[in-house]
């Protein structure tokens, strides 16, 4: 006996061939609802193709002088054609509606674990109740997650393909999205599962690579994920390690500079402190610049002011006080000078110890019991 749930299985599985890999979320529905459409548009495409092979070749003109004789109306023919279409139409319409208000409210909102999502060109942030930040994102496979969604610069757009789930992101508003993937997805041999996340807006030069994985978490595992990526709070970490972490996860730049000397929408940080850049683009008249501290903390907070050959077309954001506060720009100096082999050891050395980079360096002062700033003398032992 058919039942709706086996209707909806057969159009999912007819659509299957076509689809992203599925996950759960709202697959269910997506997948039911395109495998409909499918179905009726070979249906009818079918039908209209050989109904007019059909009448072209019953109805052909054998004489030259014949003269044929065309009823001009049918009401039987007029409801034929035009009820069936409308009943389709509500049909997709009303399964369509369903899907999007199942999308809009979480099935169990008090449950959902709630995940705040920055996008800003090229890259995203995820920030998670107990501090913790990363690129990629982690959600728990037992339970909904729920979305907030912002952007620092220009419109993007969530996409996680195997979850059918997506929602524009839209600057100077709040977005939210929420899914629940299958925990099938993951067991105690596999605990995690990767899944694709990007950008589906286009949103600059940089849309293209400004991807990501959302990366489901089987229940046993989740805790230890959550330690693990609290480890990368930037409130705990070392100056070179911060900027490290801003370079992958808050800063976004490593969605348009590489560490590795590969190219890519922005120059390669890889022996990039202390070089000579030639440019092509500037404001003082200069033609070539030292990439050192000042160099560096002017690109960042106005990118267009000096452009370097092969990068006047770029399109980087200007990185403001909001973005990224003066510790942030000096923890990212101290990470782009570890990537130059020559002043590896200096970047390593040159922050006194406690030092967080959340202010900056010459207004850094050593909680007690704390080693002193370099040049100022130990106290005497007693």
């Known amino acids: 006996?058919?039942?709706?749930?086996?209707?909806?299985?057969?159009?999912?599985?007819?659509?299957?061939?076509?689809?992203?890999?599925?996950?759960?979320?709202?697959?269910?529905?997506?997948?039911?609802?395109?495998?409909?459409?499918?179905?009726?548009?070979?249906?009818?495409s079918i039908l209209i193709a050989g109904l007019m092979v059909f009448f072209a070749i019953k109805y052909r003109q054998k004489d030259k002088s014949e003269v044929g004789e065309g009823k001009t109306h049918s009401t039987p023919i007029e409801i034929a054609w035009t009820l069936p279409p409308l009943l389709i139409v509500l049909v997709i319409f009303a399964v369509g509606f369903r899907g999007y208000l199942d999308m809009s409210t979480p099935a169990q909102a008090g449950n959902a674990y709630e995940i705040r999502a920055e996008a800003k060109m090229w890259g995203w942030a995820f920030y998670y109740p107990n501090g913790?930040?990363?690129?990629?994102?982690?959600?728990?496979?037992?339970?909904?997650?729920?979305?907030?969604?912002?952007?620092?610069?220009?419109?993007?757009?969530?996409?996680?393909?195997?979850?059918?789930?997506?929602?524009?992101?839209?600057?100077?508003?709040?977005?939210?999205?929420?899914?629940?993937?299958?925990?099938?997805?993951?067991?105690?041999?596999?605990?995690q599962a990767a899944f694709v996340l990007n950008c589906t807006e286009y949103c600059g030069q940089g849309h293209s690579q400004m991807n990501a994985e959302c990366i489901v978490v089987h229940p046993s595992e989740w805790e230890n994920v959550l330690v693990e990526i609290k480890?990368?709070?930037?409130?705990?970490?070392?100056?070179?390690?911060?900027?490290?972490?801003?370079?992958?996860?808050?800063?976004?730049?490593a969605a348009c500079h590489s560490v590795d000397g590969s190219s890519n929408t922005g120059p390669t940080w890889l022996n990039l402190y202390g070089s000579q850049r030639q440019l092509a683009v500037t404001d003082t008249g200069e033609t070539v610049v030292t990439a050192d501290a000042a160099y560096l903390n002017e690109s960042i907070r106005y990118p267009n002011r000096k452009k370097a050959v092969g990068y006047a077309n770029g399109n980087m954001s200007a990185y403001g006080e909001a973005q990224l506060s003066a510790g942030d720009v000096a923890a990212l100096i101290a990470y782009m000078k570890t990537l130059t082999d020559q002043y590896k050891d200096e970047a390593l050395q040159e922050f006194p110890e406690g030092y967080d980079g959340s202010v900056p360096v010459e207004e850094f002062v050593p909680a007690e019991g704390e080693a002193p700033n370099e040049g100022e003398a130990p106290a005497e032992a007693a």
């Open 132 to 191: 913790g930040v990363s690129q990629d994102l982690y959600v728990p496979a037992n339970r909904p997650t729920k979305l907030t969604l912002e952007s620092a610069d220009v419109i993007h757009s969530l996409f996680i393909p195997a979850f059918r789930a997506k929602k524009d992101v839209v600057p100077g508003r709040f977005n939210t999205m929420w899914f629940e993937p299958d925990p099938s997805v993951v067991s105690e041999e596999k605990p």
């Open 231 to 253: 480890k990368f709070n930037p409130d705990n970490l070392p100056p070179v390690e911060l900027g490290a972490d801003i370079y992958k996860n808050k800063g976004g730049c």
């Open 1 to 44: 006996m058919m039942t709706l749930a086996s209707i909806s299985d057969f159009f999912a599985w007819f659509s299957g061939p076509w689809m992203p890999e599925d996950a759960g979320g709202f697959s269910g529905n997506v997948d039911a609802l395109n495998g409909f459409i499918l179905v009726v548009s070979y249906f009818f």
